[in-house]
């Protein structure tokens, strides 16, 4: 079990503060194996998870049935931080277990003594929070105004290679056909190489 305390969150908190909290208001650790359901879009949130261990996608699913991987998270990573409080309560996503992992589940009661109680966890918190706001909106930038063929190269620049067709077609929300066709394009066009059955930037 890997100790709650190696979460960003608690960088740097004054721990014995947060230890008498979570006496109080325990907190409780849970592991999941690959393709475990860890939170269902739609679901009440009341709680943040620290993912500890391993790694998880976060995914969404439209009325009509259609799969979006919008990203995948490594330990160590909070999850649902920007949902605990929010006015709806609810996940926007389904968090899935992409690896055998390790999650701390902390309440929002728990959570809300955490953020007054120590100015650190707190500074902490609002970093979490705005990272997220500023990927999610970077995320938005490639979906609304960039081109497929733009999104791909972004995505080789931000995780070296594209070793998965089907995975990589899931995270930037295109069919796999579509995704193998922009892949060859680029190939013909020299902007990408293929090399041992990875898709890389050329060059």
């Given at each position: 079990m890997?100790d709650i305390?190696?979460?960003p969150l ?7 503060t947060?230890?008498k909290?979570l006496?109080?208001r ?10 475990d359901?860890?939170a269902?879009q ?10 500890t261990e391993?790694s998880?996608?976060a995914?969404?699913?439209?009325e ?11 330990a160590?990573?909070?999850?649902a931080s920007?949902?605990?409080?929010s006015?709806?309560g ?6 899935i ?7 701390w589940t902390i309440g ?10 120590d100015k650190?966890?707190?500074?902490n ?6 990272d ?5 909106s ?6 609304a105004?960039?081109?497929?063929s733009?999104r791909?190269?972004?995505?080789i620049?931000?995780n070296?290679?594209i ?5 990589a077609?899931?995270?930037l929300g295109?069919a ?6 922009a ?10 190489r ?10």
């Amino acid at each position: 079990m890997t100790d709650i305390f190696d979460s960003p969150l608690f960088k740097d908190c004054d721990k014995d503060t947060a230890e008498k909290i979570l006496e109080t208001r325990p907190g409780r650790y849970d592991r999941y194996g690959k393709g475990d359901f860890i939170a269902m879009q739609g679901y009440p949130c009341r709680s943040l998870f620290l993912l500890t261990e391993g790694s998880v996608y976060a995914r969404m699913i439209s009325e009509e049935g259609k799969e979006f991987t919008l990203d995948t998270l490594s330990a160590p990573e909070a999850l649902a931080s920007s949902f605990v409080f929010s006015t709806e309560g609810i996940f926007p996503v389904t968090i899935i277990a992409s690896e055998d992992c390790g999650i701390w589940t902390i309440g929002r009661d728990a959570l809300h003594a955490l953020l007054t109680n120590d100015k650190k966890i707190l500074d902490n918190y609002l970093r979490i929070i705005s990272d997220h706001s500023m990927f999610l909106s970077k995320r938005l930038n490639e979906f609304a105004l960039q081109t497929l063929s733009s999104r791909i190269v972004s995505y080789i620049s931000r995780n070296g290679r594209i070793d998965n067709l089907q995975e990589a077609a899931f995270i930037l929300g295109v069919a796999r056909p579509s995704l193998s066709r922009a892949i060859a394009q680029l190939v013909g066009q020299g902007i990408l190489r293929k090399a041992e059955n990875v898709y890389v930037l050329a060059g």
